[in-house]
């Protein structure tokens, strides 16, 4: 008698809720977007949206808040998605809002253009008239993080508000906001840097180079290894060198550091992930090595 396997895979679970968290924005708001900068975890996000709504397009517009510091790789690869899917590409730069005084950019060794990006994206959401924005956020990442709903409430100044926040009972999410608020909604809450990666394996996405080992010029600070750029300062007691990298998440080339790895496939990321105890952000994020309390500062602030 033929046996039938009727069981789920954690993927498969996961990719159903975040199928039907991106179904639930299509139908209940009138202008949703998602943030898509050519990392991985909105790489996968994309594919669920593609997978959501086939065969029909995605319903909405892909938005990347460009700081005008990212790696010319990751640019690349976004520009070409986006071009093969057909999807509109927004960019909202920070360079336009240094430009327009909106903002006013940090000098010196330490200077990143990370924190103006909060400037920029609610200004476009404001443009756009944005009621509903897909994050890659994942619970994993770090404890402000994990303090959010799916469905993550912002007023009309953007700001989030973690003791205001809604309940989600039996994965009921509340779409109900005014005019001029928005909601942040983050599809892979509930996935692990582990399952991105399984994911990505799974379902054989291309993924930019940079995630993968190669040899970089680099120099290192406060344990961290930042690349060779303009845009990066270095100072003198900062020699570079080469060394063979890669990236476990990508940003602001200012504030994103690589990782020594020869890891060369997804296979090799899983292999090397599945035995660490850091978190990507942790292990390569300046700017995500604070405190908690100021993680929900930023947060409280309208940042991603």
Same mark, same amino acid.
């Given at each position: 008698?033929?046996?039938?396997?009727?069981?789920?895979?954690?993927?498969?679970?996961?990719?159903?809720?975040?199928?039907?968290?991106?179904?639930?924005?299509?139908?209940?708001?009138?202008?949703?977007?998602?943030?898509?900068?050519?990392?991985?975890?909105?790489?996968?996000?994309?594919?669920?949206?593609?997978?959501?709504?086939?065969?029909?397009?995605?319903?909405?517009? /892909?938005?990347?808040?460009?700081?005008?510091?990212?790696?010319?790789?990751?640019?690349?690869?976004?520009?070409?998605?986006?071009?093969?899917?057909?999807?509109?590409?927004?960019?909202?730069?920070?360079?336009?809002?240094?430009?327009?005084?909106?903002?006013?950019?940090?000098?010196?060794?330490?200077?990143?253009?990370?924190?103006?990006?909060?400037?920029?994206? /609610?200004?476009?959401?404001?443009?756009?008239?944005?009621?509903?924005?897909?994050?890659?956020?994942?619970?994993?990442?770090?404890?402000? @993080?994990?303090?959010?709903?799916?469905?993550?409430?912002?007023?009309?100044?953007?700001?989030?508000?973690?003791?205001?926040?809604?309940?989600?009972?039996?994965?009921? &999410?509340?779409?109900?906001?005014?005019?001029?608020?928005?909601?942040?909604?983050?599809?892979?809450?509930?996935?692990?840097?582990?399952? %991105?990666?399984?994911?990505?394996?799974?379902?054989?996405?291309?993924?930019?180079?940079? &995630?993968?080992?190669?040899?970089?010029?680099?120099?290192? @600070?406060?344990?961290? /290894?930042?690349?060779?750029?303009?845009?990066?300062?270095?100072?003198?007691?900062?020699?570079?060198?080469?060394?063979?990298?890669? &990236?476990?998440?990508?940003?602001?080339?200012?504030?994103?550091?690589?990782?020594?790895?020869?890891?060369?496939? %997804?296979?090799?990321?899983?292999?090397?992930?599945?035995?660490?105890?850091?978190?990507?952000?942790?292990?390569?994020?300046?700017?995500?090595?604070?405190?908690?309390?100021?993680?929900?500062? @930023?947060?409280?602030?309208?940042?991603?």
């Amino acid at each position: 008698m033929l046996q039938r396997d009727y069981t789920t895979s954690q993927l498969d679970v996961l990719e159903a809720e975040a199928i039907h968290i991106m179904r639930e924005v299509a139908a209940e708001f009138e202008r949703p977007c998602l943030l898509f900068s050519g990392g991985k975890d909105s790489i996968v996000m994309l594919r669920i949206a593609e997978k959501a709504f086939w065969p029909a397009p995605i319903p909405f517009p /892909l938005m990347h808040v460009d700081t005008g510091h990212n790696f010319e790789e990751v640019i690349e690869f976004r520009d070409r998605r986006a071009a093969e899917l057909g999807a509109r590409l927004i960019v909202a730069s920070v360079q336009d809002s240094i430009d327009a005084g909106r903002v006013v950019e940090d000098t010196g060794k330490r200077a990143s253009r990370n924190r103006l990006q909060t400037t920029t994206l /609610l200004d476009a959401i404001e443009e756009h008239e944005f009621d509903a924005v897909f994050g890659g956020a994942r619970r994993d990442e770090e404890k402000a @993080r994990a303090k959010e709903r799916v469905f993550s409430f912002r007023d009309d100044f953007g700001q989030w508000d973690p003791k205001n926040q809604r309940p989600e009972l039996w994965n009921l &999410y509340n779409a109900r906001i005014r005019k001029g608020e928005h909601i942040r909604v983050f599809p892979l809450s509930n996935w692990t840097e582990l399952d %991105v990666w399984d994911y990505i394996r799974r379902e054989g996405i291309e993924i930019p180079s940079i &995630y993968f080992a190669h040899t970089r010029k680099v120099f290192e @600070r406060d344990g961290m /290894l930042l690349p060779d750029s303009d845009v990066v300062p270095r100072g003198d007691d900062e020699p570079l060198f080469e060394a063979v990298v890669r &990236y476990r998440t990508v940003g602001d080339m200012t504030c994103t550091g690589a990782v020594q790895s020869t890891a060369s496939t %997804v296979e090799e990321i899983i292999q090397e992930i599945a035995a660490t105890r850091i978190t990507e952000r942790g292990a390569t994020r300046a700017d995500d090595r604070s405190s908690e309390a100021a993680m929900e500062d @930023r947060k409280r602030e309208g940042y991603f």
